[in-house]
């Protein structure tokens, strides 16, 4: 079954104290991964698009990275206003062209 | 720069009514898309139009009807509502129907009282 997990589904971490997301995926055929950050009842913000296992990209604090079964979004010394739901979803082949979100990972980033 | 609008943002409806979400996408975008996120949950996909046409259909409900007119933007008409619809129903859209960046709009709150 096509799947998408994201790990934790809650991170807490002081301000300036960097992590890692985790997203993993089992579909067939990945024709893209993207990463959305969404404030509480806001519409999902692009954050990056990844396409191929290797594949990184870098926006500020914020670092993507692909490989063959997951991917990581990793926060370099991040700031309260990085706090928010980071999701993650992807394309892949037989799902035509629509998203398959994971649940997300609430980020808390306290001063 | 230009960003996928919705309207309205907020509705209020009581079961058995109809409803009607707008949402225009961005700019030379010929692709939209709908999804449905409950509380708490992630969001899912509800259907898709390119170039006016059904692209892709998912878990939508019959009493669900969707259409994207001439100018590209598109209507998601709910009849017969029940409590469970209540929802965020948000709208994407994107160039193309390849792998491309599907943009989300700020969404439409619905109640169902």
């Known amino acids: 079954e096509d799947q998408v997990t994201q790990s934790p589904e809650a991170l807490r971490l002081q301000e300036g104290e960097s992590s890692s997301l985790n997203c993993s995926y089992t579909?067939?055929?990945?024709?893209?991964l993207f990463w959305y950050r969404q404030d509480p009842g806001k519409g999902p913000e692009f954050l990056f698009t990844?396409?191929?296992a290797g594949e990184e990209k870098e926006k500020e604090r914020l670092k993507a990275t692909l490989t063959k079964k997951e991917s990581f979004l990793h926060i370099t010394a991040p700031k309260p206003e990085d706090s928010a739901t980071y999701l993650c979803a992807v394309l892949f082949s037989g799902g035509y062209n629509k998203l398959i979100f994971g649940a997300g990972t609430r980020l808390a980033v306290h001063p | 720069a230009a960003g996928v609008i919705q309207s309205p943002r907020h509705l209020i409806k009581e079961k058995r009514e109809t409803a009607t979400l707008k949402c225009y996408p961005i700019?030379?975008?010929?692709?939209v898309y709908w999804y449905q996120q409950g509380p708490g949950q992630d969001p899912q996909f509800l259907i898709s139009f390119y170039e006016k046409m059904q692209s892709d259909k998912g878990s939508i409900p019959d009493r669900f009807s969707a259409q994207q007119f001439s100018d590209y933007h598109s209507e998601l008409n709910m009849s017969s509502l029940e409590l469970g619809d209540s929802a965020l129903y948000f709208c994407?859209?994107?160039?193309?129907?390849?792998?491309?960046?599907?943009?989300f709009g700020p969404g439409t709150r619905l109640t169902v009282l």
């Open positions: 994407a859209s994107s160039l193309g129907t390849g792998a491309d960046t599907q943009y």
């Open positions: 579909v067939s055929g990945l024709r893209g």
């Open positions: 700019p030379r975008h010929d692709t």
């Open positions: 990844l396409y191929s």
